[in-house]
């Protein structure tokens, strides 16, 4: 929302002469996986031109993770690597250091005049409240009219900070580039003061455990077998992340799954935050983009499912018995959002559209 000092209007103007007209609608554009890859390794960056086109975002990471002494040889070799490289169909996205480290303002400077029209989006950690957005905003708003940019930069936010928690609405809406948000449950972790060591996925602590059953007098046997149910750590934040999204028309994003050899429970990971709506994840090894890309689009199953109902509902009012299970407008609609994903998916990912194009042969 535009602050109460600033007319609607206003916020779909560029914040600098010249700068590109704000967009009012962030498009859906596929981002199952975010690779995320660090360009001051010239390793890892020599393999990024041949994963155009097997991943639906590479990311240049310059933060965490990016040693200090290397902070300007990531820059510049993300700078390097965009000049060299036709991106499309693949996303081009970078994570800069946070604003309160000296390397942020030097991160924007440099890479929006020298690779502006190659960047989808730029993701901000560590982002506090919607001060952060509209400093980005404003900042991107001089560097595109600069740089003669005829599109604007989006912006993503990481949500690892109580505060940005608590501030998570005033986040989405603080600008019109605001393209989505991902979870940092590392850095969440450490700031919110939880006692898990671990980055993201569950623990084995935090569970609950099936009532006690009666012992031969009657009394509950507190030591018996007792089954217990591991919870998801992260689901009150992914949840409270999926609200706030689609509230203000943006995309929410589950993070990082530290556990790269543990790719059954990463798998079980992304799909709690893709059935709770997340349209993404990121992917810190080659092997998490296979799981992020399966489970991110929707199975063949529930395509097929999905487009029962739509065919069975007509004018899409009223209600119909489907396999013994009431049908409405309202479970038309959830289907809907399966259907136009598929189809979202399906227009990039060849092997996809074949998979659900089967889907009508079968019942054609
Ligand atoms: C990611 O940046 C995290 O802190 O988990
Ligand atoms: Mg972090």
């Known amino acids: 929302m535009p602050a109460a000092s600033q007319s609607a209007k206003d916020f779909f103007r560029p914040l600098a002469v010249g700068a590109p007209t704000p967009l009012t609608e962030i498009p859906f554009r596929p981002s199952r ?18 994963m155009v086109g097997t991943v639906d975002v590479l990311l240049g990471n310059l933060e965490d993770a990016v040693k200090a002494d290397n902070k300007l040889a990531a820059r510049q070799g993300l700078v390097e690597i965009a000049q060299a490289t036709e991106f499309a169909p693949t996303q081009l996205w970078t994570r800069i250091n946070s604003l309160d480290s000296p ?8 890479l929006v005049p020298a690779i502006g029209d190659k960047l989808d989006v730029i993701m901000v950690p560590k982002v506090q ?4 957005i509209h400093y980005v905003d404003r900042l991107l708003a001089q560097l595109e009219a600069k740089a ?4 604007p930069i989006l912006i993503h936010a990481i949500l690892e900070t109580a505060r940005g928690v608590a501030n998570i609405e005033e986040i989405c809406g603080a600008s019109p580039r605001m393209q989505g948000l991902s979870l940092g449950p590392a850095d969440l972790a450490a700031d919110r003061r939880m006692k898990t060591t671990r980055v993201g996925g569950g623990h084995p602590g935090y569970l609950v455990r099936q009532d006690p059953t009666k012992n031969s007098e009657g009394d509950p046997d507190i030591l018996g077998e007792r089954t217990t149910y591991q919870q998801d750590l992260w689901h009150y934040t992914i949840a409270r992340m999926v609200d706030a999204c689609a509230m203000h028309g943006i995309y929410p994003y589950y993070g990082p799954f530290g556990d790269i050899a543990d790719t059954v429970a990463c798998e079980d990971q992304f799909r709690n935050a893709f059935l709770l709506g997340c349209v993404g994840t990121w992917s810190l090894h080659p092997k998490q983009i296979a799981i992020a890309n399966k489970v991110f689009s929707p199975s063949v199953e529930d395509i097929t499912h999905a487009r029962r109902v739509v065919a069975a509902m007509g004018d899409g ?9 009431m049908e409405d407008d309202a479970s038309l609609k959830q289907c809907l959002v399966m259907v136009e994903l598929a189809e979202q998916l399906a227009a990039i990912d060849p092997e996809l559209k074949q998979q659900y194009d089967a889907i009508e042969t079968e019942e054609s």
């Open 33 to 50: 996986a975010i690779h995320f890859f660090d360009p001051s390794n010239a390793k890892m960056a020599a393999k990024v031109p041949a």
């Open 103 to 110: 390397w942020a303002l030097d991160d924007l400077t440099t």
């Open 129 to 132: 409240g919607a001060e952060d």
């Open 148 to 151: 003669g940019l005829t599109r």
């Open 317 to 325: 009012t009223g209600a119909v018995m489907l396999d013994g299970k």
